[in-house]
């Protein structure tokens, strides 16, 4: 289970973004974190996803508290972890062809012996053909960019998947075929997805259940307690 415990957090210890808010997703659960333009929700994803030490509050990762975040965080923890964000080219480094990108993880954890064998895997499904396997970022479109960005992010196999995001600024088809592979991905392993975003009939349809950030705030502004917003399948 990731389970996160009245987590304050921000970027001024003194005016917090995110206040007191709990959140847990079971393991092979799809969670949709819904809210506002400006709220918090990357800072809260960021949080889950081991790259922002919140203020204060617990995050636990399969019934182990969690104590460093960012390089600090132990490696078995980091790779159970896949993050992919709303913006490809912010998170990729523009000098990798796209078959190196995907390959980066496993290069960082000295599995380079495996990189071809799982980028070929990796990349059929989401429509990365060969060709597109050996341009650079600049000589690819941000739907095909953001495709390699999650193949990337299934590289180690994570336990739990991050999407911040992932399909703002995407064409229908992208979107589709984004949410698709991410499906596939998690029917096949029981992974976890907490995806963050804007976008309620595609969270809606595509979570097992949705969390509104406005009912995790009280009326004064100040979060006091989680309050999940169950919506299966069949109500939708
Ligand atoms: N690196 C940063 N330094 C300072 N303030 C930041 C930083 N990143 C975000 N913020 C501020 O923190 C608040 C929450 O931002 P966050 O990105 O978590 O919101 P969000 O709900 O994900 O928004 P959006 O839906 O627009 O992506 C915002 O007021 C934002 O301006």
Known sequence: MLELHAITAGYDRRAP??????????????????????????????????????????????????????????????????????QPRLSSDPRLRLADLIAEPLRATGRREEAAGRVAELAAPLGLTPDLLRRRPHEVSDGQLQRACLARALALRPRWLICDEVTAMLDASTTAALVE????????????????????????????????????????????????????????
């Open 17 to 86: 973004v995110v206040r007191e808010v709990s959140l847990t997703v079971e393991p092979g659960e799809a969670v949709g974190l819904l809210g506002p333009s400006g709220c918090g929700k990357s800072t809260l994803a960021r949080v889950a996803a081991l790259l922002h030490r919140p203020d204060s509050g617990t995050l636990v990762l399969d019934g182990e508290p969690v104590r460093g975040w960012r390089h600090q965080a132990p490696r078995a923890l980091r790779t159970a972890i896949g993050v992919v964000f709303q």
């Open 181 to 236: 592979a991410i499906e596939h991905y998690r029917s096949t392993t029981g992974a976890g997805l907490l995806a963050v975003g804007h976008d309620h009939t595609l969270l809606r349809r595509w979570c097992d259940r949705t969390v509104h950030w406005d009912a995790l705030t009280s009326s004064d502004g100040h979060t006091t307690a989680a309050l999940d917003v169950p919506a299966s399948r069949s109500a939708r």
